[in-house]
T-cell receptor
Framework: TQLLEQSPQFLSIQEGENLTVYCNSSSVFSSLQWYRQEPGEGPVLLVTVVTGGEVKKLKRLTFQFGDARKDSSLHITAAQPGDTGLYLCAGASAGGTSYGKLTFGQGTILTVHP | NAGVTQTPKFRVLKTGQSMTLLCAQDMNHEYMYWYRQDPGMGLRLIHYSVGEGTTAKGEVPDGYNVSRLKKQNFLLGLESAAPSQTSVYFC?????????????FGPGTRLTVT
């Protein structure tokens, strides 16, 4: 069974601060996705990283995939109250029998105070 | 284009009662998934389907059954509800896997079993 350990579980910061969320595993993933979920809604995809060492930027969000494709991080610069939400990492396994299944981390609840 | 819809949005059951959750998608996706989300545990896969008429067990299938009689619908059944099944249930769909393709989630069903 593949596991993704996500940390921290809770993050409460002031507007303008920077933060990093980590996602770690002992397993190799073919790709890793980051989702954001708001209360009462389903998760929505932010980004997918595929190549080891890959870095993707989405405005103030920077996503990195570890060289060995076992870990990933999400860094937010100058957080804003609109960034508040639940952030989930999810790993996908390669192979025809994976059927697109994802292994999710536990999630990080981010609260950004004005 | 509604995407993924789920009915009902909320439901309260007594222990031992049965119910069916309906998921519908209008994106012609082959693959569909049922997850449950509990605090601090991310999303866990219950059952999934890789096409009309096919279903398979996920990580936590006990106490649930599913059916996919039509490509656009994926039903999740609880034959005899237990308090441990109190959770938020999400349905998702995606195209036939290539790893980088995202899963599209419905808005969720909040189920309470008393």
């Amino acid at each position: 069974t593949q596991l993704l350990e996500q940390s921290p579980q809770f993050l409460s910061i002031q507007e303008g601060e920077n933060l990093t969320v980590y996602c770690n595993s002992s397993s190799v993933f073919s790709s890793l996705q980051w989702y954001r979920q708001e209360p009462g809604e389903g998760p929505v995809l932010l980004v997918t990283v595929v190549t080891g060492g890959e870095v993707k930027k989405l405005k103030r969000l920077t996503f990195q995939f570890g060289d060995a494709r076992k870990d990933s991080s999400l860094h937010i610069t100058a957080a804003q109250p609109g960034d508040t939400g639940l952030y989930l990492c999810a790993g996908a396994s390669a192979g025809g029998t994976s059927y697109g299944k994802l292994t999710f981390g536990q999630g990080t609840i981010l609260t950004v105070h004005p | 284009n509604a995407g993924v819809t789920q009915t009902p949005k909320f439901r309260v059951l007594k222990t031992g009662q049965s119910m069916t959750l309906l998921c519908a998608q209008d994106m012609n996706h082959e693959y569909m998934y049922w997850y449950r989300q509990d605090p601090g545990m991310g999303l866990r896969l219950i059952h999934y389907s890789v096409g009309e008429g096919t279903t398979a067990k996920g990580e936590v299938p006990d106490g649930y059954n599913v059916s996919r009689l039509k490509k656009q619908n994926f039903l999740l059944g609880l034959e005899s509800a237990a308090p441990s099944q109190t959770s938020v249930y999400f349905c998702a769909s995606r195209v036939k896997p290539r790893d980088i393709y995202e899963q599209y989630f419905g808005p969720g069903t909040r189920l309470t079993v008393t």
